[in-house]
RNA sequence: GCCCCCUUGGCGGAACUGGUAGACGCAAGGGACUUAAAAUCCCUCGGCCUUUGGCCGUGCCGGUUCGAGUCCGGCAGGGGGCACCA
């Protein structure tokens, strides 16, 4: 039967347009089936949506239909993650309003996002820019301040002291401003902060029961709060040395055992005693200055050169009143970590090392390994950082360094100087607390008022929402809200004297911590509508980049517990089973280099073969580019490849199975031109073997069917439980490798089958629905076209997931490969389950195996049941 | 610098919990159909050899095991994160 190509410009609106007025994926929090909450994380509005957005979209999607085909009351929601610097970098570039040009590439990226079918509750949908959005924001922070679970402090920024403002540090390029090229300071703010060091303890132990989250998640963000068990030593400083008012020097160590292989102290520029030594000696002060204009990111600091400068003081060995040591300022050590000083144990310490070699200070060795000899044990270029045995540490030697811990903890413990115990032990952490002030325009304001006489006022809730101004110029350096004539002007709400208005802005990390739990109740009053919340939460499945595995979940298991203390949920983990997706990368092509390099996008291009290598030439100037590595998609590379370059030709299903197809879901997926070809052939496949067959068979006594019959009912069974298994784990690829598997098997025969008996008629029809069924998810649109070709009434995406049959998928005997010695010579076929002694019997039976024994008697034989033999001759 | 991850044919990848390495797809080559092209269908496709068979082969070196892509130790290469990008 001569059949149409399928055409998805057609198709794809249609069954976009019936899903819509079926108002299918629209959710009810009433509905009293089981709770499935799918959430892929919401994107940043950019610009233009790419194929790279939609691939983690499509994955939720999959889930979002393939769970609602299971029964269960789908949540799938969509929203905009809209606050954040672009905004603002493009208002001053442009000179367009950070709203105005928000709000247009939201709807532009709405409309790109529509054209892939997904099946999202558009009803739901927000902007976290939104003023109905931020204002429950504000709300919250109230509540958190109220519950002491936000204070302020001085905290250090990246300051430009051209453009007059605070920059991010991906906006320090080499120690200097991206815009200005000033060398950035490091200067003192007074900023807000959230107390997520509060829940250190329970956010470290929570880990061990999210078992659906990717292991190496729970290892980064176990690493990132960073817990230490050690002791907090307090340093008499030697008094002909010490600066007048200072009388010792506190240090935190988790290496307590290895104290008598100190040989300085480090402490950070920014300490008080650096600080008050500075103050009367200008190289120092010149050397603290320095350091201070380092960037502040940890990475800036450890692969910058390890540089010290000795401030004079000398501290006495805690063990040894003879023994002093030097007092170092040093660029590594930071003020935020322990207490801002360290003791350097060169031997142990691969940093400690090199800064001790740099400036001439002893090395002594104090743990060596266990058969090592204490008189000749050396560390002269490499520390020695494993477990072994104490030496030249006096009382300790021949200990472990954990006996050894143990023993300079209680001796130190016991001793008291000025009332108090010369040292302590201490559990730490290496979490700070959430710094979320932000010195920009295009934020969550920070509700709240300063008033000279009553300090920091809260703004009275019915006060709410602090909204931003709309009038405001970003033609001058600085926080536009800081120099608006008007907007910061207020009145005190406690004593109604003329005030001011707190002009930081919020973090954008807060607006997307609890993002989730008001799409539950979008239109809320409340934060929250905690009865929702309850019931929705956790998210079952939570989808996203490996990039947010850190900050971003943690802050919002942070929020969640914070909002449990409020009472606007009662939960403490927000995201059940987690999964980190990889990228859609393509190529790069470039012309010129330097400054002069121009990107072209991949539709500008024109790619040749010739003598085996390729060659990328720009259409219009006939130029040769440069093809570069596989990137991340992104606007400034212009490797990008829009929704609409696909839909317009291939259509969304051929995106969406190309994007699942091979790769799996947690690694990179190159775009190719030639692999959506092969996607899109696919499609037209399907569509031609299912509507070449509809019209000839019918469902039907499917049972009856022998012979080919029965083996295509089997097939189909097999993948309808392959397929659905692979789908709850997120097997993307493997799942369509079983389509494809599965209309190799089916399709000579579904041809057969459309001029044999009516139980070959119905048995083709079965297996026609059941592969119709498992591309659904991934294939919405053709499943439509091709349901209704099968003669079906309703729209496959509300039809239930079909149970298979447990007696079709069982095989009752089993091919079992044999080895001999490890290698692979032969199989044979046993029933299913068989015991170990008849497969032995058949094993030594078969020709090939005599063959290889040559008469000798087996030494032994290994048998795994249904899986293998194995003869040891 | 520290932490984490990855490495399997020409390419993307499959291989459940230590049990037939290379499923499935892409690309390539050959053939059928066609006046021709597209589309479609069939065959071949890790390397080597003395080819109804055999040897080697999962980044490299070593180990554990009847058996290692999978586990352990070491090394090399590539990638990601590091607190104001989102």
Known sequence: MATERYNPREAEPKWQKAWAEAKLFETDNDDPRPKYYVLEMFPYPSGRIHIGHTRNYTMGDVVARHRRALGYNVLHPMGWDAFGMPAENAAMQNKVHPGKWTYANIDTMREQLKLMGLSIDWTREFATCDVDYYHRQQMLFLDFLEKDLVYRKQSKVNWDPVDMTVLANEQVIDGCGWRSGAPVEQRELTQWFFKITDFSQDLL???????????????????????????????ELDKATAPAGETELEVYTTRPDTIFGASFMAIAADHPLAKNVAATNPDLAAFCDECRRAGTSVAALETAEKKGFDTGVRVVHPFDPS??????????????????????????????????????????????????????????????????????????????????????????????????????????????????????????????????????????????????????????????????????????PQCGKDARRETDTMDTFVDSSWYFARFTAPKADEPTDPKAANDW????????????????????????????????????????????????????????????????????????????????????????????????????????IGPEEITQGYGADTARWFMLSDSPPDR?????????????????????????????????????????????????????????????????????????????????????????????KAAAHEALSILVQVIAPVMPHLAEECWQTLGYETMVAEAPWPAFDPALVEENSVTLPVQINGKRRGEIVVPKDADKAAVEELVLGADFVTHHLGGAAPKKIIVVPNRIVNIVA
């Open 537 to 640: 939460l956790p998210v079952d499945q939570y989808i996203g980049g490996i990039e947010h595995a850190i900050l971003h979940l943690l802050y919002s298991r942070f929020f969640t517990r914070a909002m449990r203390e409020t009472g606007h949920l009662d939960l403490a983990e927000p995201f059940k089973g987690l999964f980190t997706q990889g990228m859609v990368v393509h190529e790069t092509y470039r012309t010129g280099s330097g400054s002069g390099a121009q990107w072209h996008a991949p539709s500008e291009i024109r790619l040749e073969e010739s003598g085996g290598k390729r060659r990328a030439v720009v259409i219009e100037t006939g130029e040769e580019a440069e093809i570069g590595h596989l990137e991340k998609m992104s606007k400034s590379k212009k490797n990008t």
């Open 205 to 235: 132990d929570s880990l061990d029961q999210l078992d659906e989250w990717p292991e190496k998640v729970r290892v980064m963000q176990r690493n990132w709060i960073g817990r230490s068990e050690g002791l907090q030593i307090r340093w």
């Open 323 to 492: 023994w002093t040591l030097p007092v170092y300022v040093a660029n590594f050590v930071l003020m935020d970590y322990g207490t801002g000083a360290i003791f350097g144990c060169p031997s142990g310490d691969q940093r400690d090392l090199d800064f001790a070699n740099k400036y001439g200070l002893p090395v002594v060795p104090v743990v060596m390994p266990k058969d090592g000899d204490a008189a000749t044990f050396q560390i002269t270029e490499e520390a020695y950082v494993d477990d072994g045995v104490m030496i030249n540490s006096r009382f300790l030697d021949g200990m472990t360094p954990d006996a050894a811990f143990e023993e300079v903890a209680s001796r130190m413990e016991a001793v008291t100087i000025g009332n108090q115990p010369q040292a302590e032990r201490k559990v730490r952490f290496r979490l700070r607390d959430w710094g979320i002030s932000r010195q920009r325009y295009w934020g969550c304001p920070i509700p709240v008022i300063h008033c000279d006489d009553c300090g920091v006022v809260p703004v009275p809730k019915a006060d709410l929402p602090v909204k931003l101004p709309d009038d405001i110029d970003f033609e001058k350096p600085g926080n536009p809200l800081d120099r608006h004539p008007t907007w910061r002007h207020v009145t005190c």
């Open 668 to 760: 990179d997926v190159e775009w190719s031109d030639r692999g959506a070809e092969g996607a899109h052939r696919f499609v037209q496949r399907i569509w031609r073997v299912v509507s070449g067959a509809a019209g000839a068979i019918a469902p039907g006594d499917a049972a009856a069917a022998g012979g080919d019959g029965l083996a295509m009912r089997k097939a189909a069974h097999k993948a309808l439980k392959a397929i659905g298994e692979d789908f709850e784990k997120l097997g993307f690829n493997r799942a369509i490798a079983r389509v494809h598997e599965l209309v190799n098997e089916i399709a000579p025969v579904v041809e057969k089958a459309a001029s044999g008996s009516n139980a070959d």
